[in-house]
Nanobody, 119 residues
Framework: QVQLVESGGGLVQPGGSLRLSCAAS????????MGWFRQAPGKEREFVAS????????YYADSVKGRFTISRDNTKITVYLQMNNLKPEDTAIYYC????????????WGQGTQVTVSS
């Protein structure tokens, strides 16, 4: 029922910034996590950041702490990922996803948006 659409990816130089958006439409869970994941070529998908919609508690992978910030817009039901000081290692397809607050897995996924940090 709910759909997630990512946007904001692109090509950026090392040290640059990008802001990703993930817009949700349709019905949503009463409370849920929305998260960002990424997958680089030849690698498995990895967790980047997440936010609990109710209370806005955030979580980050160690690799992005201090550089990335996840936030939400409660009115638009949109989650953002502000990425600063980007590194070539950040190059990946970035996906947003959602899961129930007390669920164990993300079961709703967007199509992804490409982020390329060119050195």
């Amino acid at each position: 029922q709910v759909q997630l659409v990512e946007s904001g990816g692109g090509l950026v130089q090392p040290g640059g910034s990008l802001r990703l958006s993930c817009a949700a439409s349709g019905r949503t869970y009463s409370d849920f996590f929305m998260g960002w994941f990424r997958q680089a070529p030849g690698k498995e998908r990895e967790f980047v950041a997440s936010i609990i919609w109710s209370g806005s508690t955030t979580y980050y992978a160690d690799s992005v702490k201090g550089r990335f910030t996840i936030s939400r817009d409660n009115t638009k039901i949109t989650v953002y990922l502000q990425m600063n000081n980007l590194k070539p290692e950040d190059t990946a397809i970035y996906y947003c996803a959602a899961r129930p607050r007390y669920g164990n897995s993300y079961d709703i996924w967007g199509q992804g948006t490409q982020v390329t940090v060119s050195s």
